[in-house]
């Protein structure tokens, strides 16, 4: 008999790198590559893999991200299957989450009610491909108490990671430690170390010992990776599981393995990039592994004269349904649902979220506009950094971003 499987989704994350984004919603619930959420990837990779008995743990300006679950994420109650949105219920007292674990300790009359053998635990915020399915028969077989996804990066860059630190067998977790600068490399790999993916895999004895152990920790910061997977791997009970060994249907070599923790304005936008490529490094036109989203009834895009340089036209760029290019230029871009670009406007390099237009003869390059930014005719964004810092935020690299619904002067 197959084993019963519990999915916890962490999406109560603030996501303060990401401000404007998150000004009004939380960083699951940021739009994502046109037509999804972030959340989405998380649940498509959840789905997919047959495991429908999820709950969403949300907590920080989650009416967005609620919304979005509740019109979208919907399983056959025939079946006992379900997605559903789970804000902080205050079971344990008359507090808000502390952290990650205490989420999952004011949560335990989810795992009561399902009595699962086992508890995914996943983050709802990265972009990515995984079949969950392979992760838990990994966990299974090994009789560890939990199992953490490790995904391999150069030892240079571990200062930028949770590092797992492995025993000589490669997979019994001997330490993990946060952003260390003396980690050490990988039995079969001296120049890697496993980067923590935030995704876990628990028996759930194991879960519910370590949780009520941490939860009477006053000291404790009461964070998964902070507090909890630190416990078990001291018990020697914790092992990793490498994601190179992770074979999604469909996917190409090119994609394989392909991971991004987009908590950063420039990682976000990095990440919109690598999926307009004639070969995309992430691809998501692979129709075996879909990710799923809220499709609108919104008519094809358009695109519209062809009169001079007033030609409506988009190259190496992703177009979503309801929008129309009119007599203008994208490059190198993401339009989402319900954009306008209108007459000799020039777009290259941009993220364009939902309902945003774009006047005639305007520029735009290298920004991400949120939803429903109006940018007036003969306005240049991305041209003219200095003035650009002035009235929007613009990261480290250059990229000029502008809030949900925010006013662009002439």
């Not at 330490?175 to 490399?185: H, L, M, Q, S, V």
């Not at 393995?257 to 999926?275: C, E, K, N, P, Q």
């Not at 490529?277 to 695109?303: D, G, R």
């Amino acid at each position: 008999m197959a084993a019963k499987v519990l999915a916890i989704v962490l999406a109560g994350g603030e996501g303060k790198r990401l401000m404007p984004l998150t000004t009004d919603r939380a960083k699951p619930a940021v739009p994502f590559g046109g037509m999804y959420r972030m959340v989405d990837f998380v649940l498509s990779n959840l789905a997919n893999a047959g495991y429908l008995k999820i709950v969403v743990l949300t907590q920080y300006k989650s009416h967005s991200l609620d919304r979005h679950i509740t019109q979208t994420w919907r399983m056959s109650t025939m079946l006992g299957n379900y997605v559903t949105p789970v804000p902080a219920q205050q079971r344990r007292g008359p507090w808000w989450f502390a952290g990650s674990a205490d989420a999952i300790y004011q949560s335990f009359n989810l795992i009561n009610d399902e009595q699962p053998d086992h508890v995914i635990v996943f983050g709802a915020d990265h972009i990515y491909r995984m079949d969950p399915r392979q992760m838990v028969e990994d966990h299974i077989a090994s009789g560890a108490g939990v199992t953490v996804a490790g995904i391999r990066q150069p030892l240079s860059t571990a200062d930028q990671f949770g590092v797992i630190e492995v025993g000589e067998d490669g997979r019994r977790i001997r330490a993990f430690r946060e952003k260390p600068t003396d980690a050490i490399g990988l039995p079969d790999a001296p120049d890697q170390i496993y980067a923590s993916m935030g995704n876990y895999v628990f028996t759930t004895g194991a879960l519910c010992d370590a949780v009520e152990r941490d939860a009477e920790d006053k000291t404790s910061k009461h964070d998964m990776g902070g507090s909890i997977i630190p416990m078990l791997v001291e018990r020697g009970e914790a092992n990793v599981y490498d994601f190179k060994d992770n074979e999604v249907p469909g996917s190409t070599d090119r994609d394989r393995g392909y991971w991004r923790d987009v908590g950063t304005l420039d990682s976000f936008y990095d990440a919109h990039m690598d999926l307009i490529n004639v070969h995309p490094v992430f691809n998501l036109y692979n129709f075996e592994w879909p990710i799923y989203s809220n499709q609108p009834p919104y008519p094809p895009a358009k695109f519209v004269h062809q009169w001079g340089e007033r030609v409506g036209r988009a190259v190496g760029s992703m177009v979503s349904p309801g929008a129309v290019i009119s007599g203008s230029l994208v490059e190198n871009s993401i339009v989402s649902p319900r954009v306008k670009v209108h007459s000799w406007a020039h777009v290259d390099g941009a993220v364009l979220m939902d309902g945003v237009e774009i006047g005639r003869h305007a520029v735009v390059r290298r920004a991400i506009l949120d939803k429903n930014v109006f940018v007036p005719e003969g306005v240049e964004i991305g041209v003219d950094l200095e003035k650009d810092r002035q009235r929007y935020t613009v990261s480290d690299n250059g990229i000029v971003v502008i809030g949900k619904g925010q006013r662009v002067e002439p």
